[in-house]
Nanobody, 126 residues
Framework: QVQLVESGGGLVQAGGSLRLSCADS????????MGWFRQAPGNEREFVTGISRSGARTNYADSVKGRFIIYRENAKNTMYLQMSSLKPEDTGVYYC???????????????????WGQGTQVTVSS
């Protein structure tokens, strides 16, 4: 069973950086195409970035391009989201998600993901 656990959230000033981690206590993270999503209060959950199962392909929401980097370290069974130049509008609960085993590429649609973590709060102060 896939059990995703996020960590690394917190409070940071605008312009600062944070690194989020997503680990799977069950099967290896390397088995799945993965994504990061976020949800601000009153808003729908939105796509942030995704990475293919191989790690060779990544895609980003326009709002985070050039500031966020997604990568995975299969030896550590962990996926990361390095966030830089953070803005107050980046505030929200960040979730990692995994697609089913049949899919090699990430997707920007929440409905395409079979497994979700519990989320980690990121707050960016102005």
């Amino acid at each position: 069973q896939v059990q995703l656990v996020e960590s690394g959230g917190g409070l940071v000033q605008a312009g600062g950086s944070l690194r989020l981690s997503c680990a799977d206590s069950g099967r290896t993270v390397s088995s799945y195409a993965m994504g990061w999503f976020r949800q601000a209060p009153g808003n729908e959950r939105e796509f942030v970035t995704g990475i293919s199962r191989s790690g060779a392909r990544t895609n980003y929401a326009d709002s985070v391009k050039g500031r966020f980097i997604i990568y995975r370290e299969n030896a550590k069974n962990t996926m990361y989201l390095q966030m830089s130049s953070l803005k107050p509008e980046d505030t929200g609960v960040y979730y990692c998600a995994a697609r089913g085993a049949d899919y090699g590429l990430a997707s920007s649609a929440t409905s395409e993901y079979a497994y979700w973590g519990q989320g980690t709060q990121v707050t960016v102060s102005s």
